[in-house]
């Protein structure tokens, strides 16, 4: 009979959230399964998620999409500053998980949940954040983490499930992937080493097309409104973007990163509508933007990429980042035009309103016409007056 209590588990229908659904139900708990999607899930995929986590035992299951939510919390800002971790990674996996441990807290709140559980190990970045969401939003609802309490092996966990009459197919699969709106991640035995690339099988997109393709992307203020001149939520032509330039197996690379943890990660990404979204609209911004707005954003972006990957999404400073980013974006917005080739793509150039490139003030290097050539001197003269009086004093 179940007696502890209500506890609701973070549920991907993997081994470990299975292991952790079926143990915590035998242990009393009454469990309540719940999935966020944050892109990358069928139909077809939840319907078999949730058949599969009543096998495991529990009371209930439900399935939050979370697909917008995601976009207007959290990748609107990666875009806004142009975030790339390690001038590589678009966060894919980090910033989705924040937003799932969200949903998931809130949602085991509106039940009354005395307890939460996820299936995180000890030796990863997910358990950071979705202890750190959970403690901050719900510190009187106790956290759960069998697998890494136990520190349960692969083969302890499968032997336990086939005990109670869970006999699926948990074989391992060669490469590991977690596919969301803002990109893929791919693991496997390549990226446990510093020095091996990942097969091209590797990658869930494969080339499909070898003749190149131009593609107009429109920005509103530094978010993506249409794709070939078709409007649409900007999440929709994220992935409709994707779709586009996943065909021509551009986006793939592996990252290396320092985990929250304190070790070196290694781990390879397929990313196509993000890496161009985020390369589309950085040019859309030096064509619009000014030097120092531009240079305070590229600090400030690297700030809010860091804190978000190591779990401090609700800390305030957060929403003050995020604020000076969506205010910088006022002026960004026009086409951007690009070419997706095999592998790679082109950012071919923008039109814009708010083009600062104006020919009526001079040409670079070419012609000048809005100053004359002794004011000229003069600017050159006085702005190199403290290298003049240091060099003079010091030498």
Request: with cysteine; charged share 20%.
């Amino acid at each position: 009979m179940k007696n502890k209590g209500k506890l609701v588990i973070a549920y991907s229908g993997g081994l470990d959230t299975s292991y952790c659904a079926v143990s915590l139900s035998n242990a009393g708990y009454d469990v309540h399964a719940v999935s966020v999607n944050t892109g990358g899930f069928t139909v077809e995929e939840i319907k078999t998620i949730e058949a599969n986590a009543y096998k495991m035992g529990v009371s209930t299951y439900k399935n939050i999409d979370a697909i917008s939510s995601y976009y207007q919390k959290v990748i609107k800002y990666l875009i806004f500053g142009n975030v790339l971790k390690n001038n590589t990674y678009p966060l894919s996996v980090s910033a989705e998980r924040i937003i799932q441990a969200i949903e998931i807290i809130e949602y085991a709140k509106s039940i009354d949940a005395e307890y939460i559980a996820h299936g995180s190990t000890g030796a990863g970045n997910d358990q950071v954040r979705f202890d750190m969401i959970f403690q901050t939003l719900a510190p009187h609802i106790q956290i759960i983490t069998p697998i890494r309490d136990g520190s349960l092996t692969r083969q302890q966990e499968i032997n336990y499930l086939k005990e109670n009459g869970i006999d699926m197919s948990w074989e391992k699969a060669k490469y590991s992937v977690n596919k969301g709106l803002w990109g893929t991640s791919v693991g496997g035995s390549e990226t446990l080493t510093s020095d091996k690339p990942l097969p091209d099988s590797a990658y869930p997109s494969q080339l499909k097309h070898a003749k190149e393709e131009k593609v107009k992307l429109t920005f509103l203020k530094g978010e993506l409104v249409a794709v070939n001149g078709i409007e649409n939520n900007p999440e929709v032509n994220i992935e409709v973007l994707n779709n586009l330039a996943s065909a021509y197996a551009i986006g793939r690379d592996i990252h290396v990163g320092d985990t929250i943890v304190g070790i070196k990660g290694r781990v390879g990404f397929e990313a196509a509508g993000a890496l161009v979204t985020l390369k589309a609209h950085h040019l859309l911004e030096k064509h619009t933007l000014t030097k120092w707005q531009l240079q305070h954003k590229e600090y400030l972006s690297s700030f809010y990429g860091m804190h978000l990957h190591e779990g401090q999404y609700l800390d305030p400073v957060m929403r003050d980042m995020e604020a000076f980013l969506q205010s910088s974006q006022d002026k960004v917005s026009g086409d951007v035009f690009v070419t997706l080739k095999p592998y790679h793509f082109n950012l071919d150039g923008i039109s814009s309103k708010h083009d600062l490139m104006q020919a009526k003030f001079g040409s670079y290097g070419e012609e000048n016409k809005g100053w004359t050539a002794e004011e000229a001197k003069g600017f050159i003269k006085i702005v190199g007056n403290q290298n003049k009086i240091y060099q003079q004093v010091n030498s």
